[in-house]
């Protein structure tokens, strides 16, 4: 069983900052990407960023420069410290790990930015 548990959402002001953690824990075997979605109120679920095992990332071109992932592999943990927050980055954030036995998503965390 797996477990992916998120934390840090909440309400922000447009410009303000916020960190998101996920920990990944249970029979995952080996990781291959960690991730972060998330899905707007009647839009579809998009990814916002992604870290692989070696490091190497992508994000949406709506974050960039925003955004930062980091992961750290010994402990099975993935972050998004956001910054510089728009009303437009506000929705259900949710983790994702991608292993070799599979893809699994947390509950997802609320994040709100008010204008």
């Known amino acids: 069983q797996v477990q992916v548990v998120e934390s840090g959402g909440g309400l922000v002001q447009a410009g303000g900052s916020l960190r998101l953690s996920c920990a990944a824990s249970g029979s995952i075997f080996r990781i291959v990407a960690m991730g972060w979605y998330r899905q707007a109120p009647g839009k579809q679920r998009e990814l916002v960023a992604r870290i692989g095992s070696g490091g190497i990332t992508n994000y949406a071109d709506s974050v960039k420069d925003r955004f930062t992932i980091s992961r750290d592999n010994a402990k099975n943990t993935v972050s998004l410290q956001m910054n510089s927050l728009k009303p437009e980055d506000t929705g259900v954030y949710y983790c994702?790990?991608?292993?070799?036995?599979?893809?699994?998503w947390g509950q997802g965390t609320q994040v709100t930015v008010s204008s």
């Open positions: 994702n790990v991608l292993s070799e036995l599979g893809t699994y």
